[in-house]
């Protein structure tokens, strides 16, 4: 069952879409595709992201983001208290630059203390409670994800939400001496492209999906 997350977002949630709905409409899909590293179909007059390997359509005449898997089926109907704003102001906001190849941690980019106090506290204790003693099952979600294993701490892995917006999660298992644990890092590029409480939304939905059931994943 999802954990009930679902009201640390401002209430002002509508009034935000609204406006970037309205902000995304004006823009050219040219730019916004190659800032955003998407597609766009014509045909559908939709744009085609990539969000957790699987393929988001959102289109801005009539309002709608959907996908056609149950993976993105959970993220946009189970986590869209996070998804939906967060995909919006993606598209709105990212830049065309690279990685950087530097990460941080969230809390250290400006307004980070957002990620560590009160609701807005980021749930990797329940990563460590899930996985850390099954780091294969960590690599497994991550990899029915679109992640990629990488190479700190017990075991780790890459994840992307949006294209450039790479999260890399690091596990530490269970043993006789030390509890599990479990940390977070970004690209140093993420303020770049996300305001500090849309980029904290995006990292909920992150974690979020990596802990919810297999079951979640498969069509009803």
């Known amino acids: 069952m999802l954990m009930n997350y679902q009201r640390t977002l401002p209430e002002a949630m509508s009034t935000g879409e609204k406006q970037a709905w309205g902000i995304l409409s004006r823009l050219e899909s040219e730019d ?9 179909d014509r045909k559908s007059a939709s744009y085609i992201l990539s969000s957790f390997s699987q393929d988001i359509f959102v289109s801005p005449q009539k309002k709608e983001i959907y996908g056609s898997s149950a993976v993105s089926a959970f993220l946009l109907k189970d986590l869209a208290y996070y998804s939906r704003l967060s995909i919006l102001w993606y598209l709105i906001g990212a830049k065309d630059i690279p990685l950087s190849g ?9 307004g980070g203390q957002i990620f560590t106090s009160g609701s807005h506290k980021l749930p990797l204790d329940k990563i460590s409670q899930k996985y850390g003693c099954d780091p294969e099952g960590f690599l497994k979600r991550g990899k029915r994800l679109g992640g990629e294993k990488v190479g700190y701490a017990d075991t780790s892995l890459q994840i992307f939400p ?22 977070l890092l970004l690209d140093s590029t993420c303020e770049a492209h996300l305001p500090v409480d849309i980029l904290w939304a995006t990292i909920m939905m992150t974690l979020l999906i990596m802990l919810e059931a297999e079951q979640e994943f498969k069509p009803g």
């Open 162 to 183: 949006f294209p450039r917006i790479p999260v890399t999660l690091l596990l530490w298992v269970k043993d006789d001496e030390f509890e599990a644990g479990c940390e």
């Open 32 to 40: 916004v595709c190659k800032r955003a590293k998407v597609a766009f």
């Open 102 to 110: 530097e990460l941080i941690k969230p809390y250290n980019i400006a």
